[in-house]
């Protein structure tokens, strides 16, 4: 009776717990149907314009060691630069335009401001204003850049610590000029091989270390020249570069020039122009421009250009056949992407002791009609003593675009140059038609960066 009466409790139990759910899984309620939403419209594409102040595109700081040398004093803030703006536009992008028609389509979307501004090449700390040395491109830099859009920066040794930093300060830098005015910036190095090689001279960076080229040139073999220039080429790219100011496409006539000596492929204009021919293909294989120097030519001087003018002692007739001129000619007839004017005066052909940099009669050599050359001229730096021995940032900046110049490399004081190219353009000094005319030459070099 007893057993009866517990298997009778037992099984009212297990009825009870059943009917509550415990022990079991509660079934899941069914999904309701998707409300319909409303068609969406694509947005318009970005344009270029400055970030807000409150934009959460912040970047490290940047490093400025105090006792890394001076650098220009800091810019006060200023208002924006007139004409630059919120509604400042993009590049249209290459592909929604006919061959040739990006050039010409950004060029008139982009203010005055921004034109002047790419016609400049400074090093980094030279557009932040900040002494000190610049290892990232972080919200100093992009701050600056915001005021002054400058075409290009040149790195130094000093800057360059080993490849992943590197890698991250160019793609910062790529990054902030793409953001700002909608363009990829010319990231720019001194890599010749031998003496000169910021890079190759650096341990940290394991490349290949080259020979200088008066080695290469001994050889009389131009695949050598195009090999060094590949190899050179193929770091860069990895890096992040896109712009080489090298081959030297100098000819060393004068045995007491020490500028060149090494730098040089030899004193055969025929060999220089073959072997600066080379490496510059060399280069362009792997995507970095070459630029061909020194215009119209460094190995027939003795004097260094870095403490005052170097001089040719020719007149203008001499000058044209002579051998120092020769492979800039040359440059011009293969349709070199840039050359650079140096400072070197030739008295007797100008009529002055304007350096080349400075000078319209000596770029005419390359400009003119026999010539026609319609690649790129940038200046040698205009903080060299050249220059600045003689003239100031604004006056120097001023001169070499009415020369002819393209791109204006390390002005001595950049606000004061650019402001002074400004008010040339706004006063008639210098055309706008000429600001025109370089920054159509930038663009379609640009167009050809990776």
Same mark, same amino acid.
């Given at each position: 009776?007893?057993?009866?009466?517990a298997?009778l409790?037992?099984?009212?139990?297990?009825?009870?717990?059943l009917?509550?759910?415990?022990?079991?899984?509660?079934?899941?309620?069914?999904?309701k149907?998707?409300?319909?939403?409303?068609p969406?419209t694509?947005?318009?594409?970005?344009?270029?314009?400055p970030?807000?102040?409150?934009? %959460?595109?912040?970047?490290e700081?940047?490093t400025?060691?105090?006792?890394?040398?001076?650098?220009?004093?800091?810019?006060?803030?200023?208002?924006?630069?007139?004409?630059?703006?919120p509604?400042?536009?993009?590049?249209v992008p290459?592909e929604?335009?006919p061959?040739?028609g990006?050039p010409?389509?950004?060029l008139?979307?982009?203010?005055l401001?921004?034109?002047?501004?790419?016609?400049?090449?400074?090093?980094?700390?030279?557009?932040?204003?900040? %002494?000190?040395?610049?290892?990232?491109?972080?919200?100093?830099t992009?701050?600056a850049?915001?005021?002054?859009?400058?075409?290009?920066?040149?790195?130094?040794a000093?800057n360059?610590?080993?490849?992943?930093?590197?890698?991250?300060?160019?793609a910062?830098?790529?990054?902030?000029?793409?953001?700002?005015?909608?363009?990829?910036?010319?990231?720019?190095v001194?890599?010749?091989?031998?003496?000169?090689?910021r890079?190759?001279n650096?341990?940290?960076?394991?490349?290949?270390?080259?020979?200088?080229?008066a080695?290469?040139g001994?050889?009389?073999?131009?695949?050598?020249?195009?090999?060094?220039?590949?190899?050179?080429g193929?770091?860069l790219?990895e890096?992040?570069?896109n712009?080489d100011?090298?081959p030297?496409?100098?000819?060393?006539t004068?045995p007491?020039n020490r500028?060149?000596?090494?730098r040089?492929?030899?004193?055969?204009?025929?060999?220089?122009s073959?072997m600066?021919?080379?490496?510059?293909?060399?280069?362009l294989?792997?995507?970095?421009?070459?630029?061909?120097?020194h215009f119209?030519?460094?190995?027939?001087?003795?004097?260094? %250009?870095?403490?005052?003018?170097?001089?040719?002692?020719?007149?203008?007739?001499?000058?044209k056949?002579?051998p120092?001129?020769?492979?800039?000619l040359?440059?011009?007839?293969?349709?070199?992407?840039?050359?650079?004017a140096?400072?070197i005066?030739?008295?007797?052909?100008?009529?002055?002791?304007?350096p080349?940099?400075?000078?319209?009669?000596?770029?005419?050599?390359?400009?003119?009609?026999?010539?026609?050359?319609?690649?790129?001229?940038?200046?040698?730096a205009?903080?060299?003593?050249?220059?600045?021995?003689r003239?100031?940032?604004?006056?120097a900046?001023?001169?070499?675009?009415?020369?002819?110049?393209d791109?204006?490399?390390?002005?001595?004081?950049?606000?004061?140059?650019?402001?002074?190219v400004?008010a040339?353009?706004?006063d008639?000094?210098?055309?706008?038609?000429?600001i025109?005319?370089?920054?159509?030459?930038?663009?379609?070099?640009?167009?050809?960066?990776?």
């Amino acid at each position: 009776m007893k057993a009866t009466l517990a298997l009778l409790l037992t099984g009212c139990l297990l009825g009870l717990l059943l009917l509550s759910g415990c022990g079991t899984a509660a079934p899941e309620p069914e999904p309701k149907p998707a409300e319909p939403m409303d068609p969406v419209t694509p947005a318009p594409p970005e344009t270029a314009r400055p970030l807000p102040a409150h934009t %959460s595109k912040t970047r490290e700081p940047e490093t400025f060691p105090a006792d890394e040398g001076p650098g220009e004093t800091p810019a006060a803030d200023t208002e924006p630069a007139e004409g630059r703006g919120p509604d400042a536009e993009t590049a249209v992008p290459p592909e929604s335009l006919p061959a040739g028609g990006w050039p010409e389509a950004k060029l008139a979307q982009m203010t005055l401001e921004e034109k002047v501004a790419q016609m400049f090449i400074v090093t980094p700390e030279a557009l932040t204003g900040i %002494s000190g040395t610049a290892t990232v491109a972080g919200q100093t830099t992009q701050n600056a850049f915001e005021r002054i859009p400058v075409g290009g920066i040149l790195y130094m040794a000093r800057n360059l610590e080993n490849p992943t930093q590197t890698k991250a300060l160019l793609a910062g830098m790529r990054e902030i000029s793409r953001e700002r005015i909608g363009l990829v910036p010319f990231l720019c190095v001194d890599e010749e091989g031998g003496p000169v090689a910021r890079i190759g001279n650096n341990p940290a960076f394991g490349v290949p270390k080259l020979p200088p080229m008066a080695e290469i040139g001994k050889t009389g073999d131009s695949q050598s020249a195009k090999e060094a220039g590949r190899t050179i080429g193929a770091y860069l790219r990895e890096l992040g570069f896109n712009l080489d100011f090298a081959p030297c496409a100098d000819v060393l006539t004068n045995p007491e020039n020490r500028i060149v000596r090494s730098r040089s492929f030899g004193s055969d204009p025929a060999l220089v122009s073959r072997m600066a021919r080379a490496f510059s293909e060399g280069l362009l294989e792997q995507g970095v421009l070459p630029c061909c120097k020194h215009f119209p030519g460094h190995g027939g001087t003795a004097e260094d %250009s870095h403490l005052g003018f170097a001089v040719l002692p020719m007149d203008l007739e001499t000058l044209k056949r002579s051998p120092e001129l020769a492979p800039f000619l040359d440059a011009a007839g293969w349709g070199a992407p840039m050359m650079m004017a140096g400072h070197i005066s030739v008295p007797q052909a100008g009529g002055d002791e304007l350096p080349a940099s400075l000078s319209r009669t000596l770029m005419d050599l390359l400009r003119g009609d026999g010539v026609g050359y319609e690649g790129l001229i940038v200046t040698d730096a205009l903080n060299m003593g050249a220059i600045t021995q003689r003239y100031g940032p604004g006056e120097a900046a001023v001169r070499a675009v009415l020369a002819g110049s393209d791109l204006l490399l390390e002005p001595e004081a950049l606000q004061e140059a650019y402001e002074a190219v400004l008010a040339a353009v706004r006063d008639g000094t210098i055309p706008e038609e000429r600001i025109d005319r370089s920054v159509l030459r930038i663009l379609r070099a640009k167009l050809r960066l990776p």
